[in-house]
């Protein structure tokens, strides 16, 4: 088979999706090629989400392509369009409007859908969530001065969108379910840096919360607390949407498993960005990584495949988050080793490293950007590294890789 003349579908017009279409054209891929999305915006990047969308001055939102750019380089868009069959017999995929599209090539981006809160839901208080644009531009004209919100989940998004609900002048509150905040990174030193940061910007961060239920003025906790509330945003993580996955008879745990040419156990079908998952040798597992860097570049890297571009992928997960003036760098798996601290914790700018067996597998950088750069390298390196240097202040994490 011809692999530049195939024919491929990619269901999901997200950045995974877009950025696949993409890079096929770049690897020369001459076949047809639709890009089939449920929004009914143009593809765009998540991150905006939690920051430039509730932060800016006007809401701009930003798009990979316009229209006409995805029809110059032969795209077959379609917005607004939900899937609702797959015939892996006939290699078929079907609309909610009764379009066809056949394949012999299907790459799933399908990414993934808020993990809900029916306790909050049954309640008289709007529960909002936030993965998609019209979530955000809502969110946005709902975060008006002096309005109490209530966070959810103290984990990435909910601190992102706690920094931007303090920047318009609203009251906040984060309930977090477990010790500390960002549990999920593993990192003491993050947490009680980030709780060090939102408490000094006026946030009320609850740790140990356990939600009862939604009330008329707030959120009732187990032991009978209410906070009150005029905006609930429930951010407890996401799960991955594989109802197409499992219609073409693909297994999954939590994701859609597929190797490092991001193929699954089909032949001809493949995933990629935040619905793949993949063996990460930092969580020493396998794992989703719901990330912008992964989103972009594993995408990119599977497409290259399927055009026929022999392609490996196995870079460490990287990614970063914004909050306040600070800009925290994670790479791969802080909480994967015994962690080392380099730098003044008080002050803001610092980085840690976190060692398995000799080996940094994972770091963070906060407003550190150039020690991120070296971090990077260092894990994707494999070096091993003698931790009396990582605990000299004096030493240089550049030398760890000379």
């Known amino acids: 088979m011809n692999l530049s003349k195939t024919r491929v579908v990619i269901v999901g017009a997200g950045q995974a999706g877009g950025r696949a279409a993409e890079a096929l054209r770049a690897a020369g891929h001459t076949g047809p090629i639709a890009l089939l999305g449920e929004e009914a915006h143009l593809p765009y990047e ?40 797959a015939d892996i017999e006939r290699r078929e995929i079907g609309l909610e409007d009764g379009r066809q599209f056949a394949f012999d090539q299907l790459l799933l981006a399908t990414g993934t859908h808020p993990r809900r809160m029916p306790e909050l839901e049954a309640g ?97 906790l187990e032991d009978g607390t209410i906070i009150t509330a005029d905006i609930v945003l429930v951010g407890i993580g996401v799960e991955a949407s594989v109802d197409l996955a499992h219609a073409l008879g693909l297994r999954t745990l939590h994701g859609i498993k597929v190797n490092a040419s991001g193929a699954t156990d089909i032949d001809g079908i493949h995933a990629a960005g935040d619905v793949a998952e993949q063996w990460s040798r930092c969580h020493d597992r396998w794992i989703r990584l719901e990330n912008w860097a992964n989103a972009q570049n594993q995408a990119i890297s599977t497409a290259k495949n399927i055009a026929g571009e022999a392609t490996v992928y196995d870079a460490p997960p990287w990614f970063w988050s914004d ?80």
């Open 124 to 220: 008289p208080l709007p529960v909002r969530y936030l993965r998609c644009m019209d979530d955000a531009l809502a969110l946005r004209n709902a975060l008006q001065p002096g309005k109490k919100v209530v966070l959810v989940g103290g984990g990435v998004i909910g601190l992102e969108v706690a920094s931007a609900a303090i920047a318009r002048g609203c009251h906040v509150t984060v309930l977090e379910k477990a010790a500390t905040v960002l549990p999920q990174i593993g990192s003491p030193t993050l947490s009680r840096y980030a709780e060090t940061l939102h408490a000094g910007k006026g946030v009320n961060i609850v740790c140990g919360a356990s939600i009862k239920c939604s009330a008329a003025d707030g959120v009732e």
């Open 323 to 402: 909050q306040y003036d600070a800009n925290i760098q994670i790479v791969g798996h802080p909480g994967g080793g015994d962690e080392i601290v380099r730098g003044d914790v008080a002050n803001g700018r610092f980085t840690t490293l976190s060692v398995r067996d000799h080996e940094v597998v994972g770091g963070i950088a906060v407003n550190s950007a150039r020690e991120m750069s070296v971090l990077r390298r260092l894990v994707a390196s494999r070096k091993t590294v003698r931790r009396s240097d990582l605990e000299n202040p004096q030493f240089e994490l550049k030398r760890t890789l000379a």
């Open 46 to 85: 998540r991150p905006q989400l939690s920051k430039a969308i509730l932060l800016d001055h006007e809401p701009n939102p930003a798009f990979i392509r316009s229209a006409q750019d995805w029809a110059e380089i032969d795209v077959t868009l379609c917005t607004s369009s939900r899937v609702v069959a």
